[in-house]
């Protein structure tokens, strides 16, 4: 059952102001009890049947299509469109419909946790099933990558920082990471630095994730993706970094 974190939605302004006015300690301060879970049984039995739904309303999903769309629009100018890793890919990627599977057409890997619902994404042009809360290395070449979204599913990860080193090794210089995410959550799956928190506190959270992963990630950007939207939906918001331009990883 999707319950709420925390119900309490900020301005747009704050929203995109909190990261911008950190002054950053030195070292991260993560204890390994911020990601423990109330239900700590295999992943893999709480996802083996496949879940073909939303988990976010209809206008948060609109909202992340164009999120991605406008992402993969700038990324695109003067280049190729990017390739792209789904972490955590399910059924549906949310991608812009030049992504359409075709190994002709550009990259799109799904890294999940149900063959099923990777199965029937048809926007991925690869996929493999991994548990990353058990393996939080990535299956892929150093600089494989020129975009990495993760959707959704940030709260249930207990090696954030670890993954998001990986990611920042698989994104090729320049590229970009983009960590989508709403109050909407499986309780018991989530961590718990997570659960019981709003929603700034979510942002700050995320943004110290790739803060202090080592991933050679720039300082990282909040947006408002439901802004300009009445407030009576899921809310929804990113946070993006960049991979430093001759860094590797």
Same mark, same amino acid.
């Given at each position: 059952?999707?319950?709420?974190?925390?119900?309490?939605?900020?301005?747009?302004?704050?929203?995109?102001?909190?990261?911008?006015?950190?002054?950053?300690?030195? /070292?991260?301060?993560?204890?390994?009890?911020?990601?423990?879970?109330?239900?700590?049984?295999?992943?893999?039995d709480f996802y083996n049947k496949p879940k073909f739904v939303e988990h976010i309303d209809q206008s948060a999903v609109a909202a992340l299509k164009r999120f991605n769309?406008?992402l993969v629009d700038e990324m695109t100018k003067n280049s190729r469109p990017p390739g792209i890793l789904d972490l955590c890919s399910s059924h549906v990627s949310h991608?812009?419909?030049?992504?359409? #599977?075709?190994?002709?057409?550009?990259?799109?890997?799904? *890294?999940?946790?149900?063959?099923?619902? *990777?199965?029937?994404?048809?926007?991925?042009?690869?996929?493999?099933? %991994?548990?990353?809360?058990?393996?939080? /290395?990535?299956?892929?070449?150093?600089?494989?990558?020129?975009?990495?979204?993760?959707? *959704?599913?940030?709260?249930?990860?207990?090696?954030?920082?670890?993954?998001?080193?990986?990611?920042? %090794?698989?994104?090729?210089s320049g590229g970009k990471a983009a960590v989508v995410f709403s109050d909407r959550l499986f309780l018991t799956k989530a961590v718990s630095i997570w659960t019981g928190? #709003?929603?700034?506190?979510?942002?700050?959270?995320?943004?110290?994730?790739?803060?202090?992963?080592? #991933?050679?990630?720039?300082?990282?950007?909040?947006?408002?993706?439901?802004?300009?939207?009445?407030?009576?939906?899921?809310?929804?918001?990113?946070?993006?970094?960049?991979?430093? %331009?001759? /860094?590797?990883?």
């Amino acid at each position: 059952q999707i319950a709420l974190a925390k119900k309490f939605q900020p301005t747009s302004q704050e929203v995109e102001s909190v990261l911008k006015n950190i002054a950053w300690d030195d /070292q991260q301060s993560f204890r390994r009890s911020d990601f423990d879970r109330l239900d700590e049984s295999d992943d893999s039995d709480f996802y083996n049947k496949p879940k073909f739904v939303e988990h976010i309303d209809q206008s948060a999903v609109a909202a992340l299509k164009r999120f991605n769309a406008n992402l993969v629009d700038e990324m695109t100018k003067n280049s190729r469109p990017p390739g792209i890793l789904d972490l955590c890919s399910s059924h549906v990627s949310h991608l812009p419909e030049l992504y359409t #599977g075709s190994p002709e057409g550009p990259r799109v890997a799904g *890294l999940g946790m149900n063959m099923e619902e *990777l199965t029937m994404n048809k926007q991925l042009t690869e996929y493999a099933v %991994r548990d990353l809360n058990k393996n939080p /290395q990535l299956p892929y070449f150093d600089d494989s990558f020129d975009l990495v979204i993760c959707s *959704l599913s940030i709260d249930y990860l207990t090696s954030p920082l670890q993954i998001l080193k990986e990611v920042g %090794r698989v994104l090729r210089s320049g590229g970009k990471a983009a960590v989508v995410f709403s109050d909407r959550l499986f309780l018991t799956k989530a961590v718990s630095i997570w659960t019981g928190k #709003g929603d700034l506190d979510h942002i700050i959270t995320v943004g110290e994730y790739f803060h202090y992963c080592d #991933g050679g990630f720039d300082l990282p950007v909040s947006i408002d993706l439901m802004k300009g939207e009445k407030k009576k939906g899921d809310p929804l918001y990113a946070v993006v970094a960049e991979k430093i %331009r001759g /860094q590797r990883k």
